[in-house]
Structures are given as structure tokens and as C-alpha cells.
């Protein structure tokens, strides 16, 4: 257990619509990182919030944005679905510090499934 | 364009074998090189490597990094079935870059 949550498990949308993914982060770290990963595919970058600031953004379009609040929590708004949104979307958090700057820990993800 | 490139893509083996995973990277402005076991959903850190040559080790897998040849291993002995998962590499520069990963399936 890493400590990282995300809500929901899973959901089922339909083109077109849109969605909210929510993470909240292991205690004390205050980076947020999001990651779509398709069947069979490692996981894709989407961005990274650090202290409430996007800090890096992937090869996503603007439909996808996010936000990450004063508690380091974070969201993922997916606008205008689209089938191929389908995947496990993850999120990692970190704490952004010299020594070991990269050490992610992941939360379970949530299955998306865009019909 | 950045990328990372795992190999093989899958493995079967037996309880017992010795196995090494491969992972190759072209990254701008490199900094570390990561791997993951992802069993179900979430990826469980395994290491993090930042210097040539030093091997890290924890129980029966061990990982190290060449940063001239711009590769990683991961070796794991003596298999077990719980080792069974597929095995991510990432690599982080401007971002985090993951592999396809390796899926490793241990027969009993």
C-alpha cells in the first residue's frame, strides 16, 4: 500500500461526455503526477502538478486538464470523450526533493471505459 | 524523440530459472532510470538508478545502469510464481518516459 488513493475504480462513459478523476496523494508529498496507460502499454505521461502549479505536460491534448489543490490532492477533467480515452489512468505522487526527486509511488488507478 | 524500449516484450520460465530484463533509452537531459513491477493495477517502485556501474540489489533482484550504452537490467534469481507481472522501466528527464514493459509469467 502506498498510501495513494484514487476514486473512482472504475466508470463507463459515453463518447462525448466528460469525466473527473480524483487522486489524493501519500501524506507529506506535494507532486502529483498523471498517467494514461492502455491495454498493453506502459503508462503515458500526462502532466504534473507541483504545489497547485502545472510543472510538465505530456503529448495530450487540451481536453485534458487537471487541477491540484492546497492539500496536494489532485483531478483529472477529461472533456469530450472520445473511445480511444479508454484506459487505466493512474496517478503517482512524490515528494520534489534533491536527493530523490523521482521516486513516485502509484495509487491503484481507475479503469475508464469509454462506450 | 525520446523514447524508452523494453526487451523482451514476454517471458515464460520456470520456478527456479534466472532471468534478466533489458531496458534501452534515449531521454534528453537524463536523470534517472526506474523499474516498476505492475501485478494487477498500480506500479510498485522498485528501484531508481542514477550512476553508471553501481548495482542495486534487494533480495533476489538486482538492477544496474549503464549510462554510455544508455541501458538498464534487471536481473531476478531463483523465480518464484509471485514474481509473475510485467516489469516497467521508465526514464526521467524533461518527464517520466515508461517502456512497454515485460511480462514475466513463472510456471511452476
Known amino acids: 500500500e502506498t498510501g495513494v488513493t484514487q476514486s473512482p475504480t472504475h466508470l463507463i462513459k459515453t463518447r462525448g461526455q466528460q469525466v473527473t478523476l480524483r487522486c489524493s496523494s501519500q501524506?507529506?508529498?506535494?507532486?502529483v503526477s498523471w498517467y494514461q496507460q492502455a491495454l498493453g502499454q506502459g503508462p503515458q505521461f500526462i502532466f504534473q502538478?507541483?504545489?497547485?502549479?502545472?510543472?510538465g505536460r505530456g503529448n495530450f491534448p487540451p481536453r485534458f486538464s487537471g487541477l491540484q489543490f492546497p492539500n496536494y490532492s489532485s483531478e483529472l477533467n477529461v472533456n469530450a470523450l472520445e473511445l480511444d480515452d479508454s484506459a487505466l489512468y493512474l496517478c503517482?505522487?512524490?515528494?520534489?526533493?534533491?536527493?530523490?526527486?523521482?521516486?513516485?509511488?502509484f495509487g491503484p488507478g481507475t479503469r475508464l471505459t469509454v462506450l | 524523440e525520446d523514447k524508452v524500449v523494453q526487451s523482451p516484450l514476454s517471458l515464460v520460465v520456470h520456478e527456479g530459472d534466472t532471468v534478466t530484463l533489458n531496458c534501452s533509452y534515449e531521454?534528453?537531459?537524463?536523470?534517472?532510470l526506474l523499474w516498476y513491477k505492475q501485478e494487477k493495477k498500480a506500479p510498485t517502485f522498485l528501484f531508481m538508478l542514477?550512476?553508471?556501474?553501481i548495482e542495486k540489489k534487494s533480495g533476489r533482484l538486482s538492477s544496474i545502469l549503464d549510462k554510455k550504452e544508455l541501458f538498464s537490467i534487471l536481473n531476478i534469481t531463483a523465480t518464484q510464481t509471485g514474481d509473475s507481472a510485467v516489469y516497467l522501466c521508465a526514464a526521467t528527464g524533461n518527464q517520466f518516459y515508461f517502456g512497454t514493459g515485460t511480462s514475466l509469467t513463472v510456471i511452476p
Open positions: 501524506s507529506g508529498h506535494n507532486t
Open positions: 503517482a505522487s512524490s515528494l520534489e526533493t534533491r536527493l530523490n526527486p523521482d521516486t513516485q509511488y
Open positions: 531521454v534528453t537531459n537524463f536523470r534517472s
Open positions: 542514477t550512476s553508471s556501474g
Open positions: 502538478y507541483y504545489r497547485e502549479e502545472e510543472n
